[in-house]
Every structure is written in structure tokens, then in C-alpha cells.
């Protein structure tokens, strides 16, 4: 009986010890970085937290999503904001487009439809919640009209808006969104987080109502889509690659084609000129929470570029932490701009070469 319980805790003890030790190397603690980018970066500063960032294709203006995650973890939330930053303006500065916005707007993920019409659409992932109000998530609607950006509508959904992070936009109407996890914050969160447990969802929301597109996902996070709206890609922060799905416009049926496994923990995903994923991500993820918690707690940044037709993996950029916490980055011809989560500013960089010949 002794040996058999001897034999039990022994059996248990290495479990354990396994499972650490598969969660410490998947969140990247053994990892050696070697900083490098060939390029050069200034910091734009006065967005706190500009965690995701778009590029319009014509106009060449950055729109920045901005919340103080900092200032709302230590119970003293401000008004989140969208910002306007012209690429083609030598003295460009930061533009604020949402003035009036009170606290019950925290923005998070964010994407832009431009028409053929002419008209834009920005999609912003909104959490109320994070500042003590009802409801914890919603998703606003902006019409982007002539540089300025006009609320058209506000979309809750508690069933369906668990965990909302980043969004897709379609149309002027339809969207997909990803749900971190399935639960909540909380006890249930963090175990769904640490043993890398499936059950998220991405949802489709047709223009009326939302409903699950995926499920069964692990820590989906950053969403976007193809050019030609063919191919839709869900970075996975855990599972530290991007899941590619093929998708039929017409009945929004999606198969899932591949995965490519990059070895980070990925974040947004953005699509350049020619079609290639631009990916901030975090090479030691288990850095990032106490960063959050702590400016002088430094986390490290990298981005990757991914050529989908190949599904070769390229690392642009990689930092051990002066510029923390890199969450989004997105091309234009050669500026790359990067996002942070937590920190003030992002970075306004000018690559030596384009790699693979973006544009």
C-alpha cells in the first residue's frame, strides 16, 4: 500500500514537474534573444497604450487605438482614444478623433473597411468593463468621413463578447472578432491560460447578430483577412502560431488549411501591400504581466513577418525590452510602425530594405 501511494505522488510529482516545464519553455524563459533590426526608430509619445494600429491604404494616416490600461488596473481609469497619425507629414503629430469620449470608452482591437465607394468604416473592441461599467464589451462603429470619425453604432453581446481582443471587418457591416478565452476574468481564466486549454471562439457578426464562426480555439488573439477576403488568419498567443482558414465570402463557411507555427506569442496581425502578415509578439510571455503591473519590469518585443503563400517566418525585429511589450505592427513602402500595450508611444521606423519585396 506504502509503495503503492509512494509510486502515486512520485507519478504526480513528475507530472507537475513536466507541466511547468512545458509551460516555462512555451512562454519563451529559456529563450536566447539577440536584439536586432536593421533601421532606424523614434518614438511618437502622447498615446498611452496604443495597443493596435491600422494603416489606411490610400490616405497613408495611422489610426491608434489608445487605453491607459495602467491608470484602469490601479482603479483610476481615463478616457481611451483614437488617434490620427499622417505618414506623409514630415511634422506629423497625433491627432485625437474621439475628443469627447468619456470613460466607458477603453479601446482595444481595431480595423478599418475601405470601400469601393469611397466610404470607410473603422470597428473598434471596446471594454467599458475595465473602467466599472455596464456592459463589460461592446464593439463601436465609426464612419470615417473626411479625416474625422462619426459613431454610427454600439453592438453588446454577453454570450457571444466573452473576451473580445482583436476585430475584422468584412463590410461596412459584418465583422469577425476573437475571444481570447472562454472564460471571463478570473480562477477560471488563468487555469484556461496556463494549461493552454481550448474552448475560445471567434465570432461572425452578420449585420443583425452574432454568432460563433470558430470554437475550440486556444488563445486566439490577433484577426485578419487576406486581400481578396479569401483567406482569414487567427494568431494563437499560446499556441504561438497562426491558424489560416479558407473562407467562401459568399457563405462564410471556413476550413481550416494550415497552421504556422512561429514559436512567439503572437498578437495582432496586420496585412501589407503584398499580402504579407506583420505580427507583434512577445517572445517571453510570462514578462508581459508583470510589465503591465510595473514600467520599470521591462518586456521583451519582437515582430515577425510571414509570407502566407510559403509560410515562411521572418523576425524583423527583436528588443529585450527598451521598447516593451510589442503588441501590433503594421507597413507602409518602408515605415513600420509598432505598437505597445502598456507603455506611452509607439515607434515610427524606417526599415533599410523591405523584406521579400513588400510594399
Request: negative net charge; contains cysteine.
Amino acid at each position: 500500500m506504502l509503495r503503492t501511494l509512494l509510486a502515486v505522488v512520485l507519478v504526480l510529482l513528475l507530472a507537475g514537474g513536466g507541466l511547468v516545464y512545458r509551460t516555462l519553455r512555451d512562454a519563451g524563459a529559456f529563450a536566447t534573444l539577440e536584439p536586432h533590426f536593421d533601421g532606424v526608430c523614434q518614438r511618437v509619445t502622447g498615446a498611452m497604450g496604443p495597443e493596435d494600429l491600422t494603416i489606411h491604404p490610400r490616405t497613408g494616416i495611422a489610426l491608434v487605438s489608445s487605453t491607459d490600461r495602467r491608470a484602469a488596473g490601479n482603479g483610476r481609469p481615463r478616457p481611451g482614444a483614437i488617434y490620427a497619425y499622417d505618414l506623409d507629414r514630415r511634422d506629423a503629430r497625433l491627432e485625437n478623433l474621439t475628443p469627447d469620449a468619456g470613460l466607458d470608452f477603453q479601446p482595444h482591437g481595431v480595423s478599418l473597411v475601405t470601400g469601393s465607394d469611397g466610404r470607410d468604416t473603422l470597428f473598434v473592441v471596446n471594454h467599458p468593463g475595465s473602467a466599472g461599467l455596464e456592459p463589460a464589451h461592446t464593439i463601436e462603429v465609426f464612419d470615417l468621413v473626411g479625416g474625422a470619425l462619426r459613431h454610427r453604432r454600439t453592438l453588446s453581446d454577453a454570450e457571444h463578447l466573452v473576451m473580445p481582443n482583436d476585430i475584422v471587418g468584412v463590410d461596412r457591416e459584418r465583422f469577425y472578432v476573437t475571444n481570447t478565452h472562454a472564460h471571463p476574468p478570473g480562477l477560471l481564466q488563468t487555469i484556461e491560460t496556463y494549461l493552454q486549454l481550448s474552448g475560445a471562439r471567434v465570432v461572425f457578426f452578420d449585420g443583425s447578430s452574432f454568432r460563433t464562426a470558430l470554437e475550440g480555439l486556444t488563445y486566439p488573439n490577433g484577426i485578419n483577412l487576406s486581400r481578396d477576403g479569401r483567406s482569414l488568419y487567427v494568431a494563437g498567443t499560446t499556441p504561438r502560431a497562426v491558424h489560416v482558414y479558407d473562407r467562401d465570402p459568399e457563405s462564410e463557411s471556413l476550413a481550416h488549411r494550415e497552421e504556422i507555427f512561429v514559436g512567439s506569442g503572437l498578437d495582432n496581425v496586420e496585412v501589407d501591400a503584398s499580402g504579407a502578415l506583420w505580427i507583434g509578439a512577445h517572445p517571453k510571455m510570462l514578462k508581459v504581466g508583470p510589465h503591465g503591473a510595473d514600467p520599470a519590469n521591462r518586456s521583451p518585443s519582437q515582430v515577425v513577418r510571414i509570407d502566407p503563400a510559403s509560410g515562411a517566418v521572418e523576425e524583423v525585429y527583436l528588443d529585450e525590452g527598451r521598447f516593451s511589450g510589442a503588441s501590433v505592427a503594421a507597413l507602409r513602402g518602408r515605415r513600420l510602425l509598432i505598437g505597445t500595450i502598456f507603455d506611452d508611444g509607439f515607434l515610427d521606423c524606417t526599415l533599410a530594405a523591405v523584406p521579400g519585396g513588400s510594399s
